[in-house]
């Protein structure tokens, strides 16, 4: 996030400092660990920095986002980036060797077709929801299942065998 003109990131629980009071925080969903590009649109919200950042909530899924918010806060990108962010966070602790665990990972949400998700050798890919599926970024398990086919092919090992 951004605070005033400085990248700050948040703590485990999204707690962040902000100065000078008055500045503007902004969420762009793109950390330390992992960037978040929704097919929708830009992920982009704001509050000044004696203020909570709230990203709301809405019904719905795929596009919907709440009242007021940009077109990209949607609940896949939102799913995505806390899921893959825990889980590289215990990742890190079992791991701390495997450089691949610090680096940026490209996670794509809402892509125009259905019931599916990929890694696709650089980053993670959720579909939206159609054909009897849901949005496949919302489900923590398909989000977790994608991200560990990222981890076994950067493990040191290359891919297991059969890598589902």
């Not at 962040?16 to 978040?36: D, H, I, K, R």
């Not at 795929?62 to 806060?73: E, F, L, Q």
């Not at 977790?144 to 040191?156: M, R």
């Amino acid at each position: 996030m951004i605070c005033g003109s400085s990248w700050a990131d948040t703590t485990t629980m999204g707690s962040f400092n902000c100065t000078p009071a008055g500045a503007t925080a902004t969420t762009t969903l793109n950390g330390q660990y992992f960037s978040v590009f929704d097919v929708c649109g830009a992920v982009s919200q704001s509050v000044t920095c004696s203020a909570d950042l709230d990203l709301a909530q809405s019904a719905g899924t795929d596009c919907t986002v709440p009242p007021g918010s940009s077109a990209g806060n949607t609940h896949a990108a939102r799913s995505t980036f806390y899921h893959l962010n825990r889980v590289a966070e215990h990742a890190r602790t079992w791991l701390p060797g495997l450089a691949w665990l610090t680096s940026q990972v490209p996670d794509t949400v809402n892509i125009n077709s259905t019931c599916n998700a990929v890694w696709d050798g650089e980053g993670v890919n959720f579909f939206k929801s159609g054909g009897g599926c849901n949005n496949t970024a919302e489900l923590a398990g398909v989000t977790l299942h994608e991200w560990g086919h990222g981890l076994d092919q950067n493990d040191g090992g290359d891919f297991d065998s059969p890598a589902e």
